[in-house]
């Protein structure tokens, strides 16, 4: 097993950053890549940026040059720094990792761009 447990979320006006953590624990052995999903109200969950464990990433269109993703392994811990935030980022935020054919996932952590 997997424990992913994700921080950082909050109020933030347009425009603002924030920086979302997520804190992996268990079983991490053997995970392959790990990545940042979000799912605004109403809406499907996807992809917002994967890191694999070369470094390699991968972001959604809509974030690219706005979101950074990280690892710091010796940390066990995976960032996305938000940077340039809008209205429409506004979701909630889950970690994801990826072991084998199991995914893991966190409890979502609130992220609200508002004036």
């Known amino acids: 097993q997997v424990q992913l447990v994700e921080s950082g979320g909050g109020l933030v006006q347009p425009g603002g950053s924030l920086r979302l953590s997520c804190a992996a624990s268990?079983?991490?052995?053997?995970?392959?890549?790990m990545g940042w999903y979000r799912q605004a109200p109403g809406k499907q969950r996807e992809l917002v940026a994967t890191?694999?464990?070369?470094?390699?990433?991968n972001y959604a269109d809509s974030v690219k040059g706005r979101f950074t993703i990280s690892r710091d392994n010796g940390k066990n811990t995976l960032y996305l720094q938000m940077n340039s935030l809008r209205p429409e980022d506004t979701a909630v935020y889950y970690c994801?990792?990826?072991?084998?054919?199991?995914?893991?996932w966190g409890q979502g952590t609130q992220v609200t761009v508002s004036s």
């Open positions: 994801n990792a990826v072991r084998g054919p199991i995914a893991y």
């Open positions: 890191i694999m464990n070369g470094g390699s990433t």
């Open positions: 268990g079983s991490i052995f053997g995970i392959v890549g």
